[in-house]
Structure formats: structure tokens, C-alpha cells
């Protein structure tokens, strides 16, 4: 069975820096890309970062573009979400998922595995 575990939410300041983690567990990690979502209160999930199986190519939704940075790691089974400059408009619950083969992609229909979500809140 496929688990995906996300940590590293929490309550920030605007203009400060948080580290999202996803331990992945149930099925061969390097095999698959890997991609992170939010969804805010009253809004529609919303597409965040997105990593192929390696590591060697990424996709940033526009508004994280620069101030967001996804990166894994095969070995530890582990996906990160490294956010910058957070801003109020970040706030939102994030959501880890495990796409359905090896390549990076943005819609969430392609991804099989969802984690629970981690809460991020930042503060004006």
C-alpha cells in the first residue's frame, strides 16, 4: 500500500521560509514523479511544483516560480517542497502526490497517490 507522509507545515510570517518534506512509502519512489498541490479554504486544488522520476526537470506553477524550489531525494524515498518569501496568498493546505509514471506533469488526474496534507499559514 502506497503512503505518502507530509511534515514541515506550520504558521509563518510573511516574508519567511518553510520546508516542506513527503516520506513515500509502498512502491519503488525513484520510479515515479513527484508533484505538490495546495488547496485554500474556498477555493479549488491549484497545481504547485511538479519533479520527474530523477530529479532532472521541474515545473512551477507562476506564482511560486522563484520563490519555490522542489527537489528529491531516491535514497530517502523523499520528496521536499522548499518555499521562500512566503507570502499571505500561500496560505493553504499542501498536498503531496505520486504521479502514475515517471515524468513530471501538472494535472492532478495523472497523480494516483495522495498524501494528507500539511497546513501552511502565513501571516501579513
Known amino acids: 500500500q502506497v503512503q505518502l507522509v507530509e511534515s514541515g507545515g506550520g504558521l509563518v510570517q510573511a516574508g519567511d521560509s518553510l520546508r516542506l518534506s513527503c516520506a513515500a512509502s509502498?512502491?519503488?519512489?525513484?520510479?515515479?514523479?513527484m508533484g505538490w498541490f495546495r488547496q485554500a479554504p474556498g477555493k479549488e486544488r491549484q497545481f504547485v511544483a511538479t519533479?520527474?522520476?530523477?530529479?532532472?526537470?521541474?515545473y512551477y506553477a507562476d506564482s511560486v516560480k522563484g520563490r519555490f524550489t522542489i527537489s528529491r531525494d531516491n535514497a530517502k524515498n523523499t520528496v521536499y517542497l522548499q518555499m521562500n518569501s512566503l507570502k499571505p496568498e500561500d496560505t493553504a493546505v499542501y498536498y503531496c502526490?505520486?504521479?502514475?509514471?515517471?515524468?513530471?506533469?501538472?494535472?492532478?488526474?495523472?497523480?494516483?497517490?495522495w498524501g494528507q496534507g500539511t497546513q501552511v499559514t502565513v501571516s501579513s
Open positions: 519533479i520527474n522520476w530523477s530529479g532532472s526537470r521541474t
Open positions: 502526490a505520486s504521479r502514475k509514471n515517471s515524468n513530471w506533469g501538472t494535472n492532478p488526474d495523472d497523480y494516483d497517490y
Open positions: 509502498g512502491r519503488t519512489f525513484s520510479n515515479y514523479g
